[in-house]
């Protein structure tokens, strides 16, 4: 977070989301470059027969970029290689409604359902701690951290304080498993895995049968998609028993 200066003293800013058409904005933009550290929370915006998208950053500013969400989230993703299916997969085990794009710690949360006409999302990194309240005036109040020391940005919303927490928990279980599966193969590939001497052995244990449970679920979830949409039913038990069975099969240096 950047220091304040004397000569850059910024204050605390509110945002009313609830009277977009009637805000000001500080800035248009025919191109635009999502980042974890940067963004704060980005909307659907149908305006004057335009998909445009709404973008807070993180000195406050009400941006307009003149291209529709799905394409700037895409462009994250990929560059993090955050994939649909395996979001698809993990957020199953989750009370979640609606599917987000997670990469390890950094969070692209929606808060709302992904059909909807203002569909916002957050970046969780730079929620402040606790930064979600109910309003007196009916609606929800987020805070973030902003670009200078000690600013606080505040965006108001009209979304149920119960749907956020749900969705952020949501977010937090997924994250950890990636986390811990990352951690898992940085380990491996160090040979720390080859030594059963090394203090982190049974917990990298536990690891290795995590990365397998998703890996399965991943593809699992994504053939019977698949299925679904040849045949009209997922794929039958001996497919799966056969898929598991080839996917738990070890190396034995053979080419069959």
Known sequence: ???????????????????LDHLQLDDVH?????????????????HDGEDNTIVIDRRGRLLNVE????????????????????????????????????????RLVPLTGLRNRAVIFICADNLAHHGYDSSRHGCSVLSFEGYYDHQTIRVMINVAIDTIKRNLSATVKISRALIEYLEMVRKNYEGERCCERHPDFNHLDDLHQLEYRVRYEVLENALDSVANKLYGHPMDKEFKRLLKKQLIAPYDGTNH
Do not use: C, F
Not at 1 to 19: F, G, H, V
Not at 83 to 97: C, E, H, I, Q, S
């Open 67 to 106: 291209r529709r969400y799905s394409e700037l989230i895409s462009e994250l993703a990929k560059e993090y290689h955050v994939y649909r299916n395996t979001m698809a997969t993990l957020y199953k085990k989750t009370a979640a409604k609606s599917i987000g794009g997670i990469s390890g710690r950094h």
């Open 1 to 19: 977070m950047k220091k304040t200066s004397n000569a850059e003293y910024a204050e605390d800013r509110l945002i009313d989301l609830r009277q």
């Open 30 to 46: 025919e191109a635009y470059h999502l980042d974890w550290s940067s963004m704060l929370l980005l909307m659907r915006w149908l």
